[in-house]
């Protein structure tokens, strides 16, 4: 079976649809790359600069979502097409999310710039690079329509998650040692914390391409690695 | 660690999920239909659930309407068209020499792509089938049975002031309905439809198809359409000929959003087949 519409200008408005989710995956790439940069090398400058940078991918949600309305209400699209118009939206939200997190991890190294030097934040360009060879990765599983690709992401966010845990412990631990460590701290704990959704968000991503492809969920029990939300460190832990 | 990852289809979406505890109407085995050389329809087989609306797509030439065709013995006034295999109404022979053809169309009622009324007024075109079959007692009776049947195809408020004017004055889409009502006023089980809202405009088409959706709860309604976004609109279920084979019959939503054959996919999406 050809891969082509009868109707040419059909084709064309599903490959603008693709086309507008592979620059805002881009623009999302590089987004969170500044961010965790400015997060390692405390550059404010880097930091502000890539906060600003939002703002593009904020106008190609929206104009992701005006194609999407447009090929909806046009072409009715059906069975894989509908799958692969849905999905975009879904995937354009995703990014967005992501985006807004690597946003926040972006402010937050213009406040960490300022404050001294905390041992454990060598522990985020550790979880930038996950996160980052996750979102390409995603993207890429995305423009090939590659299942096998997508659920090898689906599967990575437990190492992100264990490593978001093992930071939180020791940033516990290092608050409890020094009080005048807990607003540097603080701001540490958030920036994982929004690194460690982005990997949620890629995950996310992971799943609306077995769909597309598919035509079916990927069900089963993702794995987990993150237990923080129920983590206690002790008075001990402070030794 | 090794996650396992099942692939399950969702229950709500399968075909025979649904299915479970809804009667066949009509089965057919092997229907196999030649016209001369031709051979249009290879070794169908599929059941048509009673009370559901069944759609028939697929391109032109694909053996669809000539498959609805054989449900009624319509094509028996085709000379060189033969019909092998079994096709069965409630489990009686639908090809069985010894029924009365009559007496099968008025079980299976047909309606066509265009509207046919007689050159007749609006009570004698749905009093036609009635009074050829003896179905009342008293002109009162006959009435009853106009009335009734004028109702459930939804036409009645728009004539019942004007039952002796011709059928044919009337709109397009009250046509339609007219010829819809004159196929229910002998009381059938089965309704076919072969692409009724061709000649119709969009408002009189979702007329028709709001009253192909009432008609379901007392009839079996098989619609062939070259409308796509109608099959998905009017049926349950939905069943793609391509080249005179049945390619797929499944749940409409199921076939709308995942179809299982790449003939499916390509037909409905606008692609190449």
């Given at each position: 079976m050809g891969n082509d519409h009868i109707v040419r200008s059909y084709d064309e408005e599903l490959n603008r649809l693709t086309g507008l989710l592979a620059r805002m995956g881009g623009l999302v790439e590089a987004e969170l790359a500044g961010a965790i940069e400015a997060v390692s090398s405390r550059d404010a400058e880097l930091a502000t600069r890539t906060v600003r940078s939002d703002a593009r991918v904020d106008d190609l949600e929206r104009e992701i979502g005006e194609q999407v309305v447009r090929v909806m209400a046009l072409r009715q699209p059906v069975a894989s097409d509908l799958r692969l118009v849905l999905g975009s939206l879904r995937i354009a939200g995703d990014l967005e999310r992501s985006a807004d997190y690597a946003k926040n991890v972006a402010k937050r190294a213009v406040a960490l710039a300022q404050l001294p030097v905390l041992r454990p934040v060598h522990a985020i360009p550790r979880m930038g690079t996950v996160v980052r060879e996750m979102l390409k990765d995603v993207l890429d599983a995305f423009a090939a329509r590659d299942v096998a690709k997508a659920v090898a992401v689906w599967n990575r966010d437990e190492e992100l998650d264990e490593m978001h845990g093992s930071l939180f412990r020791e940033l516990v631990t290092y608050m409890m040692e020094d009080p005048r460590n807990i607003t540097g701290s603080t701001h540490l704990l958030f920036i994982a914390k929004n690194i460690e959704r982005i990997g949620d968000h890629a995950t996310n991503i992971a799943e609306t391409i077995h769909y597309l492809v598919k035509g079916v969920p990927l069900a089963g029990e993702r794995p987990k690695g993150d237990g923080t939300s129920f983590s206690t460190v002790g008075a001990e832990g402070a030794q | 660690m090794?996650?396992?990852?099942?692939e399950t289809q969702m229950p709500s979406m399968l075909g025979a999920a649904q299915d479970a505890g809804i009667p066949v109407k009509i089965e057919a085995r092997g229907v196999n239909v030649h016209y001369g050389a031709k051979h249009a329809l290879k070794s169908v087989d599929i059941d048509i659930r009673a009370n559901q609306v069944t759609a028939f797509i697929g391109p032109s030439g694909c053996?669809?309407?000539?498959?609805?065709?054989?449900?009624?013995?319509?094509?028996?006034?085709?000379?060189?068209?033969?019909?092998?295999?079994?096709?069965?109404?409630?489990?009686?022979?639908?090809?069985?020499?010894?029924?009365?053809?009559?007496?099968l169309r008025a079980r299976v009622g047909m309606v066509f792509q265009k509207p046919n009324p007689f050159p007749k007024s609006i009570y004698d075109n749905v009093a036609y089938?009635?009074?050829?079959?003896?179905?009342?007692?008293?002109?009162?009776?006959?009435d009853a049975v106009v009335e009734k049947a004028?109702?459930?195809?939804?036409?009645?408020?728009?004539?019942?002031?004007?039952?002796?004017?011709?059928?044919?004055?009337?709109?397009?889409?009250?046509?339609?309905r007219l010829c819809i009502a004159r196929a229910i006023a002998v009381?059938?089980?089965?309704?076919?439809?072969?692409?009724?809202?061709?000649?119709?405009?969009?408002?009189?088409?979702?007329?028709?198809?709001?009253?192909?959706?009432?008609l379901r709860a007392n009839f079996t309604i098989?619609?062939?359409?070259?409308?796509?976004?109608?099959a998905a609109r009017v049926s349950q279920r939905t069943a793609f000929f391509h080249l005179g084979t049945l390619v797929e019959e499944d749940d409409t939503a199921t076939i709308f959003t995942n179809p299982r054959d790449e003939r499916t996919q390509g037909y409905i999406t606008g692609r190449y087949g």
């Open positions: - | 090794d996650t396992t990852i099942i053996g669809k309407s000539t498959f609805l065709r054989c449900l009624n013995r319509m094509n028996d006034t085709i000379e060189s068209c033969r019909v092998a295999g079994s096709l069965r109404i409630d489990g009686d022979d639908i090809y069985d020499p010894t029924l009365d053809v009559v007496q089938g009635p009074r050829i079959h003896g179905l009342f007692n008293s002109k009162a009776d006959l004028l109702r459930g195809a939804a036409l009645w408020d728009e004539v019942k002031d004007r039952l002796g004017e011709s059928g044919t004055g009337l709109s397009g889409g009250q046509q339609q009381g059938p089980e089965v309704i076919l439809m072969d692409e009724p809202c061709s000649a119709l405009d969009p408002i009189a088409t979702a007329h028709v198809e709001t009253l192909i959706d009432e098989v619609i062939v359409t070259h409308s796509m976004q109608q």
